[in-house]
């Protein structure tokens, strides 16, 4: 009869290593005790007065749309990494009051729409989102105003529908420069490694992690205890550790291929001060790549400087709108 285990010379190996071996990669991640995350508003209950969902290839996508019979010009505000419809509430109304029509949406994977773990949450992919969305509404152009992650997205929108574009504005701009692979992506694609990656989740991000989190972004002490709802509350809504780990999965191709300088629309950088999630060495590294882009440093402000100071980043952004209609 032929051996049961191959052994290489000189590693001993017995059948119960392995079967312990079996255990720990093939049922110990099923185990794993997920966290005690969850939302203290229903969800249901975190639909805006003017929101509602869109079925975009069989997603749930949530947006919130002001004056969509307005002759004005539409403007398309796009969130930041774990942000949502909520991190604009300093400045949709404004601009809903100047008579824009204003649209504002959650990403796949984030606030209120769909979440899996088997969508494409990579920037190319939801800027398509973003695209599809405008069909939908009927909205041939617009200004995209996009916050750190959602200025890639932005910009990927810029290059992939060039035709669709009035101008853009960046807010505390996240752009991925480098071509770098990122070893540990294709390991989730293993269900096993997945189940474990989600109970990790579900333990790590508490509540007191999410505040411990929005400090580091603000430069002002402003987490109150509605701010902090407002962001957790949308984060830990539907299967949202798996899409978490998905985007994680994806951020590889979330890479700036394509040239900057083939970007020509009005364009406006703005920036805080004291960001120290995107630091001023990171926006000097793309900003004049961009050569119609004009830029702004918004002083005592951080990387949310639209909540941080809504009323000078509305009139800046109102005076760049203004200028190119």
């Known amino acids: ?28 991640p099923y185990l794993m005790p997920g966290g005690a995350n969850s ?11 003017y929101g509602r969902f869109l079925d975009i290839d069989g ?80 909205v041939e152009r617009a200004y995209l105003v996009g916050h750190s992650m959602g200025t890639s997205v932005m910009v990927h929108f810029a290059h992939l529908y060039p035709e669709k574009v009035l101008g853009l504005v960046s807010v505390a701009g996240a752009l991925n420069l480098d071509d770098r692979p990122v070893y540990p992506a294709a390991l989730l694609r293993f269900n096993l490694l997945r189940r474990a990656g989600e109970a990790f989740f579900t333990r790590y991000i508490s509540k007191e992690r999410v505040r411990r989190v929005l400090e580091s972004a603000y430069h002002k002490d402003m987490v ?52 120290t999630w995107v630091k001023r060495t990171d926006i000097d590294r793309w900003k004049d790549s961009i050569l119609a882009a004009e830029f702004r440093v918004i002083p005592e402000t951080g990387h949310m400087l639209m909540e941080e100071s809504p009323e000078l980043l509305n009139d800046m952004v109102l005076a760049f709108l203004e200028s190119h209609t």
């Not at 051996?3 to 990669?25: D, E, I, M, Q």
């Not at 994806?250 to 900057?260: G, I, Q």
């Open 1 to 28: 009869m032929g051996k049961l285990w191959f052994r290489p010379p000189g590693l001993a190996v017995s059948p119960c290593a392995v079967l312990v071996l079996l255990f720990l990669v093939f049922v110990v």
């Open 39 to 49: 939302a203290e508003t229903p969800p249901q209950d975190l639909i805006g007065e």
């Open 59 to 138: 997603l749930a996508i949530y947006i919130e749309e002001r004056n969509p019979e307005s002759p004005r010009e539409a403007i398309v505000f796009l969130h930041g990494f774990g942000g949502s419809t909520f991190s604009w509430r300093e400045n949709v109304p404004f601009f809903a009051g100047k008579g824009y029509r204003v649209i504002s949406l959650d990403l796949k994977g984030f606030g209120l729409s769909h979440k899996d773990s088997e969508s494409d949450y990579s920037h190319p992919s939801q800027a398509e989102l973003v695209a599809e969305v405008l069909v939908r509404l009927d």
């Open 224 to 275: 109150t205890a509605e701010t902090l709802d407002g962001y957790y509350d949308r984060i830990v809504t539907g299967r949202w550790a798996g899409s978490l780990l998905a985007m994680t999965r994806d951020m590889h191709k979330n890479t700036v291929a394509f040239a900057l300088e083939d970007i020509v629309f009005p364009t406006m950088i703005l920036w805080g001060e004291h960001d």
